[in-house]
């Protein structure tokens, strides 16, 4: 009988724990994501929509026109869909839909159908029941059931649609989602507004469809619809602040318990119950403060996060339950002996930041969860600490990712200017397109910091990116409401290119700092460099006191946001295989790639280049790599200033038609060898600084030595310097006591004026130790340099110069290089080269005198003009020559790359061009490559997007000799040079200014030692 009754008891106590639980879970909210329902998208393209009257929030669905199907509700159901899941756009699975799928031909704009059937179960009886769309482009006319239930042109942004009154629960509803897509934009420029009708709009990418995840929402009539974790300089303390809404025509009184535990082990940490009211409609947010005395702080080395659980209950009913997700952390700015720096968690730190445009593969905007976590492994993997969402509005997914793993964000809302000339209309059309334009952008701002305003990661909003515009009055009041609904943030009003003043400058500096309404006109300097120098080049680095990113701006935040973009192609060859693992004709850039891998691998292999490349993505990695190293570099400049505040590389991703300057492609692969850059992101290493890495045998190169140091060493040391030689032997060594000062002095100089002067060509290593006085090697560093031993043996014995400028003479008469001047008719040589000369025998003989020279076994070495002894030689029918291409340069890009051969004895072979050829590969040089179709190609190169390979060196067999075209500027080696005068903060070419362009650059030996290689 005991046993019994025990038994008995327990179930009647598990009976009355599941009513309790049942009736309880009817109370909370109900969230079913619809995303990946079986959608179907269905094209409408004669609709009209070029004239609509636009409406911007609130809007009242009963007041605006309502916009059927084109020939009815039943033409969704008869017309040709494609099935889909969400995200999505038009252009995943209809970019070419005109039969043209090249460049931006393909897109679609207009309207286009989004549909489903979506079951409300019986369990959301009685609630407030709404669809929740995280975000759409550009316009979304909502129908449930054939009704017109929401509309939003915030794109972007979430919003949500009440449609309580139009669904029938227990039963399956029709959801039709009609898009319109008018405009927009595929590259980085949000400047430039794009009109719809008479209205000027929001500019952003040219993708339409539902950009981000849809979910049927279910809550009770008196919920919480907001929850704001606010971080504060006590980093163990945040104020949780909680928004309720009561739908009900009586006030709410009842409790919010309020809970905290740790993300990762479920962990309660704190807990407490508090009395609410609420009256009908939206209630003031109510703030709770909330202190953690141990808490794991967050950061990007330990990002530790923590759930905060908030409970609405009346009585013993719970009315809802809503979480967020944190983390205990403080970014500020400090100044410290009157230098202003970043902190995070009262710890100095310098962001290294790279510039994200918003492109991804297949659907064109919205990243799905795993490319999401891709784009933050990938940053960690390169070393750095910060993303930018870059003229475009971020994805919840990736700060969840960034939150998660470790990594900061600086965000803009993406075309937030307008045109200065019309903040103030002068007529009623004017006034037409800034009220709503000022209503819509405000709106989208506003929407993105209540989304994004809780993440751990999220720590700068700035406004505009190159506003060329003063702040005007409206640019002000936007920020401070802004700043009222996240105050814990900074929040700037620009990132710019120009000249900037010193002291008071509001288009630069303007900038909010946290819990402030104070406007600071300085301590903020942000200029870019947007434009590379296309390679790493000696003139990078002249001395402690001269080094590109080189300041003393102390008194000022110095944020370099955009700078040295050198393009570089994709990763063609896994992009191909990702194409092909889903299908060829889905994704808006699928065509592109699959041509553009098709011309590289037909170039290798019909070139005999496989030996030294063998296959696509041993190139393209390679080509990857010389913006590697160049930012890899330039990151180590500016944590060896010290001064510096943060570095944004231009930039992140690349696409198929633009900023091909990205660390990573569309498919967030790395473009080039990880390392390359992570190396001089570590937090503590010895960086040796060479003033020039390529020059000649028994050249003299000047090292100094650096400590990069975040890890606060301190003290006295010895640095132990070696130089090893191609062949391992080590040929240099000193040891050198030091004083490192540690604290936050994170960068600073060990040691200056070391001369070394390498005795064997080839590449020769210079490493360096930090060693303790108990002889513990406390951080190393290491550099490689070039030497070239000039060598002139088995050159042509008998060689003619035809050049007007004497420039090849005059570097032949220094190197004693014999030789006659050539005028016309047949040479008396038996190498020939041109220089500045054009052809002399113009008519049109297929032979002339000088193709029967070459025809008798002579040589012709044409290394200037290339273009019009090309095109004259294929007037002869001596070469196929189609033209030259000018290769792109900065955020298009262009690259050379040589297999192994003889013409390049003594050079670096089976590589593609980096730092070892800048005196061809940077952007100041003629940079051309030839369509040239017969001959060996030697050297090729490729031009930004374009899905050809072109030949920078060919030997053109002819007869018994030879035509050697050199496209390569070889002239440039052996002569002075104009240094291009670009004024101060000219951001695109910027990098113009850095080169050393004398004839006695020491790096010239490499061009110098190619042109002698062509005359044997």
Known sequence: MRKDFIMFKNVAVLLIFSVVAITSAQNKRIVQDISNNNWKLWLDPMAQWQNDVLFTPPVDVKKIPVNIPRGGWQALQKGESKAVHLPATVEEFHWGWNKNAFGVSGNYLGISWFT????????????????????????????????????????????????????????????????TDPNGNFDWRDSSNYMWGDYRTNPTHGFGGITGKVSLVATDHVFINDIFIKNKPDVNEIDAEISLTNNTSAAFKGNV??????????????????????????????????????????????????VFKASLKNDKEVKDVAE??????????????????????????????????????????????????????????????????????????????????????YQEPGGNQYPANQFNPKNELEKKQSDFYFAARDEKFFRMIKRDRSHPSLVIYNMHNERGAEPQKKDSLQMLAGHKLDPTRIMTYNSSNGPIKTGIDPRFKLHLLPYSNRFYNCG????????????????????????????????EIVYYGEEGAIGTPPRLQLIRDEILKKSK???????????????????????????????????????????????????????????????????????????????VDNYRNLKGDADLIARYNKPLYVAVKLTNKVLSVKDTTVVDFFIVNEKDIKGAFDLKVKATNNKKETVWTKTIPVTVTGGTTYGELLSAKNNFAPETEGYTMITAELVSKDNRVIATGADELFAVKLNKEKIASNIMVADTTGIVGKYFDSEKINFKNYKSGNPSGNCLVIGDFKPQQTGNPLVTDLLEWVNNGNTIVVINDIDIWATYFAKKEAADYRGFKTLGTSWYGGNYFVKETKWFDGLPQSCVFNWEY??????????????????????????DHKQEVYSALTVMPHGHGKIIFCALDVFSCIKENELLKKAEGDGENASMKTFNVSAKNKANIIGQQLLLNLLK
């Open 116 to 179: 489903t059937e979506v079951k409300v179960p019986l369990s959301m009886k009685g609630k407030r029941i709404v669809l929740h769309f995280e975000s759409v482009r550009f316009r979304a006319e909502v129908f449930v059931n054939e009704k017109l239930a929401g509309y939003d042109l915030i794109n972007g942004t979430p919003f949500d649609v009440d449609i309580t009154d139009y669904v029938t629960v227990g039963k399956s509803n029709a959801v039709a989602v009609r898009i």
């Open 324 to 409: 967020k997700k944190f983390g205990f952390r403080w970014f500020e700015v400090k100044e410290v002996n009157g230098d202003k720096q970043f902190y995070l968690n009262n710890k100095r730190i310098v962001v290294r930041t790279a510039i994200s445009w918003g492109f991804w593969p297949i659907n064109g905007i919205a990243p799905s969860d795993e490319l999401a976590k891709k784009q933050i492994s990938d940053a960690k993997a390169v070393g750095l600490n910060m993303l930018n969402f870059h003229r475009t509005i971020g994805q919840t997914n990736v700060l969840d990712y960034a939150d998660e793993m470790g990594l900061l964000y």
């Open 524 to 555: 903020w300097f942000d200029q870019h460099h947007a434009g590379g120098p296309g390679v790493y080049h000696d003139n990078l680095y002249s001395n402690p006191k001269k080094y590109a990113k080189f300041t003393d701006n102390k008194e």
């Open 585 to 663: 004709n889905i994704g808006w850039e699928s065509d592109d790639y699959l041509k553009w891998y098709d011309a590289y691998d037909t170039f290798l292999k019909k070139n005999d280049f496989q030996k030294s490349f063998p296959n696509v993505d041993s190139l393209t990695r390679q080509m990857g790599n010389v913006s590697f190293y160049y930012q890899g570099r330039t990151i180590e400049n500016v944590r060896i200033n010290n001064t510096i505040d943060g570095y944004a590389v231009n930039g992140w991703e690349s696409m198929k038609l633009e900023n091909h300057s990205g660390i």
């Open 257 to 306: 318990l309020l809970e905290v535990r740790e993300k990762k082990s479920g962990k309660p940490v704190w807990e407490k119950s508090f009395p609410v009211e609420a009256v009908t409609g939206d209630n003031t947010p109510l703030s709770f403060s909330i202190k953690i005395d141990n808490a794991n702080l967050w950061d990007v080395d330990h990002p530790n996060l923590y």
């Open 918 to 943: 800048q005196c061809f590969a940077t952007y100041n040089k003629n940079r051309v490559g030839l369509r040239m179709f017969n001959g060996e190609t030697v050297v090729g190169c490729v031009s």
